[in-house]
């Protein structure tokens, strides 16, 4: 099946910096990709929608000035976490739709990267 | 009320078992539903897409009810292995985004 990757698996940053998370598509081009963050206990929510070659769609209550997303390529999203706080530790989980509806071999399904753990100090 | 619903459990239950996990969901034009699972510290993996008519696959039935706005999923002759968090998930009406339940945690003892 399709893989989608995501760098780091984990990291741990101090107080104030920035991390940014890459989200891959390795063998089917993406025109969606989502970005999901999911708490301790908590279900995955979603916290933006990334169309390759426009802005993001931020959920309510996320800030898009915080979670820069760029979405430069069908197979490429990058989540920048800006000034980084204790409470943004979380489980950040990417995933990309296989979205070329009509073409050869498109499923139009969703695959998630194995998520990227981050611990802010 | 939030957009999915379920029971988090645990249930704990011995191998061999038959367990069944129940969701609703809030907005009734949803269309397209499916049941997740996922290991601790991992991402979501698809189980099993849910039809109207009912689907099987292996152990695992999935059944809807639209009237009732509910799903369900049953595990028989549970395995160790089967032992994960199950997500119940609805297709968003736009956009093609994922609503995730809380999920339902399921510990399958020897």
Known sequence: GAVVSQHPSWVICKSGTSVKIECRSLDFQATTMFWYRQFPKQSLMLMATSNEGSKATYEQGVEKDKFLINHASLTLSTLTV?????????????????????SPGSTDTQYFGPGTRLTVL | RKEVEQDPG????PEGATVAFNCTYSNSASQSFFWYR?????????????YSSGNEDGRFTAQLNRASQYISLLIRDSKLSDSATYLCVVWRISGYALNFGKGTSLLVTP
Do not use: W
């Open chain 1, 82 to 102: 800006t000034s980084a706080h204790p409470e943004d530790s979380s489980f950040y989980i990417c995933s990309a739709r296989d979205g070329l509806a009509g």
């Open chain 2, 10 to 13: 645990p249930f704990n239950v």
């Open chain 2, 38 to 50: 996922q290991d601790c510290r991992k991402e979501p993996k698809l189980l099993m897409s849910v």
